[in-house]
């Protein structure tokens, strides 16, 4: 892909802030943020405010978050003083899904909680990023095996896009100074020992010596513990 190439030669040596500004430019509302209101999601919106950026900021409420990342989603709002879209998982799939398969079946199985996942957040992502250009991401490949080849520019052929994560080579010290510079809001489990958090049933808080995403799908294989936003293909 052409246009893949030329996105890559422009922003390879660019930092986080000149990549958003550059994507802003180019594509305007055709370019999206995917924010779980984590540390590195926080430091892109932050970024994202800062250049009164026409890059449209969305969330995916899957119906099982724990309460502080709601509160999270009310104070950024109100901080920052820009919308968050939110999108819900469809009510009839998740009532048939449950129904059919028990409220906590994502413990019995990784095909119970992959097919959880789809339905909670890949069918709302796929609305999200219709008619869109390009998705940015806060993900970094610190954070887990599963994220260690990931690139700063990529293609999705599962949601058919250019996904841009302008954080992937950052380190977990160079996210929280930039959190502590910037007073920028965080979700208070972090200082309760979560290090990566999703879904309340499917995060824990991490022990001395874990990794990062330890704390998510605990009863997984680290090679499993994606909920298939973000694949590697």
């Known amino acids: 892909m052409k246009i893949l190439e030329k996105i890559k030669n422009q922003l390879y040596d660019k930092d986080a802030f000149e990549i958003l500004k550059l994507i802003s430019k180019k594509f305007g509302n055709k370019a999206v943020f995917s924010t779980s209101l984590s540390i590195e999601d926080q430091v892109i919106t932050h970024m994202l405010a800062s250049l009164n950026s026409k890059i449209k900021i969305f ?5 099982r978050l724990p309460n502080e990342t709601y509160n999270l989603i009310e104070r950024t709002i109100e901080i920052y003083n820009i919308p968050i879209k939110i999108y819900f998982p469809n009510p009839r799939l998740v009532e048939r899904m449950v129904n059919r398969d028990g ?7 990784i095909e119970n909680r992959k097919k959880c996942c789809h ?4 069918q709302p992502l796929k609305r999200a990023l219709r008619n869109k250009k390009v998705w940015i991401t806060g993900l970094r490949k ?11 520019v990529e293609y999705d052929p599962e ?9 992937i080579n950052w380190t977990e010290k160079e996210v929280w100074d930039y959190i502590k510079k910037y007073n920028i809001p965080y979700n208070s489990l972090y200082d309760k020992n979560y290090t990566s958090i999703g879904c309340e049933p499917c995060t824990r808080a991490t022990l001395p010596g874990e990794d990062i995403r330890a704390g998510r799908w605990w009863w997984e294989h680290p090679e499993t513990k994606e909920c298939g936003l973000h694949i590697k293909h």
Do not use: A, C, W
């Not at 339905?119 to 890949?122: A, E, H, N």
């Open 59 to 63: 969330t995916l409420d899957t119906g």
């Open 103 to 109: 409220i906590n079946l994502f413990y019995r199985s």
């Open 119 to 122: 339905v909670r957040k890949i």
């Open 142 to 152: 610190e954070q887990s095996i599963t994220r260690q080849n990931m690139e700063l």
């Open 159 to 167: 949601f058919r896009i250019i996904k841009v994560n302008p954080l």
